[in-house]
C-alpha cells in the first residue's frame, strides 16, 4: 500500500485546512484509516481514525469538535478537516492504514502503512 498525503501549509489561527490522503495498491475501501501528527520535539500521537464505511470514528480528545475525518472509497482517498486550528496544532501530519484490524484503532503499532507526511503550521 502506498499513501500519499497532501493539503498541509501554512494557516492562522481560527483557520482551517483539509488534509488528504491518497491510496494505491491495495483495496483501499477494506481497511481502516488514521490520521496521526508528529509536533517538534514531541512523539507522533493519535489524531483520528475511520472505519472501512465511514460508520465508525474516533478522535483525540484535543481535537474532537474542531477535526473531522471522513473517505471516499471511490477515489481511494481519506480525509481530514481542520477547522479551528491552533497554534498547538501545527505538526507533520501523517495518514496510515492497518490490513490487520477492521475496527476503529487509537494504537500507532497497530498501523502497517505510513504515508510520507504534511507539514501544517498554525500561526498565532
Known amino acids: 500500500v502506498q499513501l500519499q498525503a497532501s493539503g498541509g501549509g501554512l494557516v492562522q489561527a481560527g483557520g482551517s485546512l483539509r488534509l488528504s490522503c491518497a491510496a494505491s495498491g491495495r483495496t483501499f475501501s477494506n481497511y481502516v484509516m488514521g490520521w496521526f501528527r508528529q509536533a517538534p520535539g514531541k512523539e507522533r500521537e493519535f489524531v483520528a481514525t475511520?472505519?472501512?464505511?465511514?460508520?465508525?470514528?474516533a478522535y483525540a480528545d484535543s481535537v474532537k469538535g474542531r477535526f473531522t475525518i471522513s473517505r471516499d472509497n471511490a477515489k481511494n482517498t481519506v480525509y481530514l478537516q481542520m477547522n479551528s486550528l491552533k497554534p498547538e496544532d501545527t505538526a507533520v501530519y501523517y495518514c496510515?492504514?492497518?490490513?490487520?484490524?477492521?475496527?476503529?484503532?487509537?494504537?500507532?503499532?497497530?498501523?502497517?502503512?505510513w504515508g510520507q507526511g504534511t507539514l501544517v503550521t498554525v500561526s498565532s
Open positions: 496510515a492504514t492497518t490490513v490487520k484490524y477492521s475496527g476503529v484503532t487509537v494504537t500507532q503499532t497497530r498501523y502497517d502503512y
Open positions: 475511520i472505519n472501512w464505511s465511514g460508520s465508525s470514528t
